[in-house]
Structures are given as structure tokens and as C-alpha cells.
């Protein structure tokens, strides 16, 4: 998946733009600062979440963090590979490394979300 085609929070969560059910998964930012991601803990389909909710639980050898809902919906799949190969978030956290899909029930909190190119600037104003 090509960054340019997501949208992301300020919590380096991404979310794929104009789609429902939409994938999520967690920036190349993110996955850096985080490290080695040892476990997953992956949410049940079927799972009704409100914006802001945590989805996901990602354990690392650095820190566990969760991942939280960048829009309210049903999740519909997991990237049930990751319970035997988390790895795969920080090889390709844009591709194999996703790891919810969404069905987005109100998709106004994607407003709020930034481009790319917005996220890009962002890193580097949080960075001084």
C-alpha cells in the first residue's frame, strides 16, 4: 500500500482513504519507535468500536502500546498472521503489517486525519 493513498492520526495510526471497510495499521514512524513487535492482540470480528477506542495491543521488546480507532464503526477482519508473525508490522507496516479492517459507521472524524504530506511535516515540527 502507498502512504500517499492513507490518512493519519496523531497517534501515527493510518487508515486507508475513501474505503469502508478500510484497513489500519500503524505508521513506519511508529513501528520504528516501537522496535522488535513481539505479540499482537487482535480484537474479534464483529467488534463494534467508537472513535478513539483501542483496537489493538502491540507488545514490543521496548513497550506495549495500543493502537486506537481513527473512526467508529464494526471491525470486519484481522490480520490473523500476526499472532504467529508480528514481525511482519515493523517489515511492512504499509502492506502485510495491517491490522484491522473497519466498516466506518460515521466517516466525519476522517476529516480531522492528515495527508501524507501533512503527517511527513508533522514528524518533523514533533521531532524539533
Given at each position: 500500500?502507498?502512504?500517499?493513498d ?5 497517534d ?28 499482537v492482540?487482535?480484537?474479534e ?6 472513535k ?8 514490543s521488546?521496548?513497550?506495549?502500546s ?7 464503526g464494526?471491525?470486519?477482519a ?12 515493523n517489515?511492512?507496516p504499509?502492506?502485510?503489517?495491517w ?12 476529516d ?17
Amino acid at each position: 500500500m502507498n502512504p500517499e493513498d492513507l490518512l493519519f492520526t496523531k497517534d501515527h495510526e493510518w487508515i486507508e482513504s475513501g474505503k469502508s471497510p478500510a484497513r489500519i495499521g500503524i505508521s513506519d514512524y511508529a513501528q520504528k519507535e516501537l522496535t522488535d513487535i513481539v505479540y499482537v492482540e487482535l480484537p474479534e470480528p464483529g467488534t463494534e468500536v467508537e472513535k478513539g477506542a483501542s483496537l489493538v495491543t502491540l507488545e514490543s521488546v521496548k513497550a506495549t502500546s495500543d493502537v486506537y480507532a481513527p473512526a467508529p464503526g464494526k471491525i470486519t477482519a484481522v490480520n490473523s498472521d500476526l499472532e504467529d508473525n508480528p514481525q511482519k508490522i515493523n517489515e511492512s507496516p504499509y502492506g502485510e503489517g495491517w491490522l484491522v479492517e473497519l466498516e466506518i459507521s460515521d466517516s466525519a472524524p476522517l476529516d480531522e486525519l492528515m495527508d501524507y504530506a501533512a503527517y511527513e511535516k508533522y514528524l518533523k515540527e514533533e521531532e524539533v
